[in-house]
């Protein structure tokens, strides 16, 4: 929920003319371990879904950040990044539209829509201690997005005051942001720390992950 909008996050929105990319080609488009199909959009029409419902510069990029980085979790982890890259993608769809009851339309939608009850779970799981929602994550899918999503945050804002790769930050440098409660004010670092409990990691463990696995965003 990391977006432009929110107002838990500094506003830093992306200098017109700015494109952000990633080379989604090494992901795969379904579950080697599963018995069957699931009912996922591809990548491009994921993306096509986001940006029918996401106007705002700031929160594509994010979305796309979120998305990268779970992606990065899943073969990390050895679950099915095409899940997990759209889970990523979709987390914040109603948010523009309905920040006052986040995510509760998305939540709805993606039943409707025959989603995985793992994404629904994580999405409403991420809201933890946002619009009254108390659902703590009980998949590591929900607690890798839970811990995800505010640190991506974290690490925009530096790249916009630091203007290098995502890839080149120190981990160092992002753990000092974390700790610094005046960068990034509105960031709610307690969702990543509990989101980093859950997923049974250590917050060096989670950062130093999120370099390697956010260096293709562009």
């Known amino acids: 929920m990391c977006v432009g909008s929110d107002p838990r996050i500094n506003t830093l929105i992306p200098g ?19 018995s069957g199909p699931m009912p996922l959009p591809a990548q491009a029409e994921a993306q096509a879904l986001l940006e029918s419902h996401v106007q705002d510069a700031y929160q594509r990029h994010h979305a796309l950040m979120v998305a990268t980085a779970m992606a990065g979790y899943a073969e990390h982890l050895g679950h099915d990044p095409h899940l997990w890259y759209i889970t990523g993608l979709l987390h914040d769809i109603d948010f523009e539209q309905h920040p006052e009851t986040h ?14 009850e793992d994404l629904i779970h994580a999405v409403e799981a991420h809201a933890y201690g946002y619009n009254e929602f108390k659902t703590l994550p009980a998949t590591p899918l929900a607690a890798a997005l839970l811990a995800t999503d505010e640190l991506c945050g974290i690490f925009y804002a530096y790249q916009k005051m630091n203007p290098i790769p995502l890839g080149e930050i120190k981990a160092k440098s992002i753990k000092r942001k974390i700790k610094d409660h005046g960068f990034a004010a509105k960031v709610d670092r307690a969702t990543i720390f509990t989101g980093c409990e859950h997923l ?10 999120l370099i390697k696995f956010l260096s293709p965003v562009v």
Do not use: A
């Not at 003319?17 to 599963?34: C, H, I, K, M």
């Not at 990691?201 to 992950?209: A, K, R």
């Open 200 to 209: 049974g990691i250590d917050l060096d463990e989670h950062v130093t992950n």
């Open 16 to 34: 017109e003319g700015e494109q952000f990319n990633v080379d989604l080609t090494r992901l795969r488009e379904t579950d080697p371990t599963s």
């Open 103 to 116: 995510p509760t339309e998305s939540l709805g939608w993606f039943k409707d829509w025959g989603y995985p």
